[in-house]
């Protein structure tokens, strides 16, 4: 099973992809950890993320895709994964579709987690990464609309695309998240 959970920064999709990969039995991605991980290690995929992430602006696609298809190779993966914060453009998607082929796998479902831009602004402020300044925050939610939020209409059309109410306790919102794989 392939799962993609879409949605803006502050949604709540790393601590929904974590708990879902555990009771599903399947790896996770979260390409935002990925890049976290190698700034962290000075790695030079790192070096090259570490001004975009900071910024709150995307890494190059072809950076990200890069990081992508090294997790999908991993034999954790063969089971299925959960993908979280990919894709987040329309090429990344077009890759994600040409890697999975290449799998002989697809996307099952993409699952968007909705919630209102007060409550994401304010539990970002709270979370206080260091990418969760103010100004970086609204970049981040800029960018997600410009750039990503468009994807919604792509997966839309190709009817793999469901939707959650994201506001709620996190295991309120994780049986709704539940709900959706089911139905
Ligand atoms: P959030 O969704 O809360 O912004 P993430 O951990 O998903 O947090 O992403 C943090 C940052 O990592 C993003 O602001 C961006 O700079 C970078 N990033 C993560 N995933 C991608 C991606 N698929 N494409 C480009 N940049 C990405």
């Known amino acids: 099973m392939v799962i993609v959970l879409f949605g803006a920064p502050g949604v709540g999709k790393g601590t929904q992809a974590e708990i879902l990969a555990e009771k599903l039995g399947i790896a996770h991605l979260s390409t935002g950890a990925a890049f976290r991980s190698a700034i962290q290690r000075a790695t030079p ?10 910024r709150g602006g995307l890494v190059p696609d072809d950076v990200v895709a890069k990081v992508v298809e090294e997790a999908l190779a991993g034999s954790d993966f063969e089971r299925g994964c959960i993908l979280d914060g990919f894709p987040r453009t329309r090429a990344q998607a077009e890759a994600l579709e040409t890697m999975l082929q290449q799998l002989g796998r697809s996307i099952d479902r993409v699952v968007n987690i909705d919630v209102d831009d007060a409550t994401i602004v304010a539990r970002l402020l709270q979370r206080g990464r260091s990418d969760d300044r103010e100004d970086v925050i609204q970049h981040r ?20 695309l469901v939707s959650v109410h994201g506001v709620g306790s996190v295991d309120e919102v994780n049986q709704r998240i539940l709900d959706v794989l089911r139905s």
Do not use: C, M, R
């Open 141 to 160: 939610l800029d960018v997600y609309n410009a750039e990503t939020a468009p994807l919604l209409d792509f997966y839309g059309s190709h009817g793999i």
């Open 45 to 54: 995929i790192g070096l090259v993320a570490k001004e975009y992430v900071e």
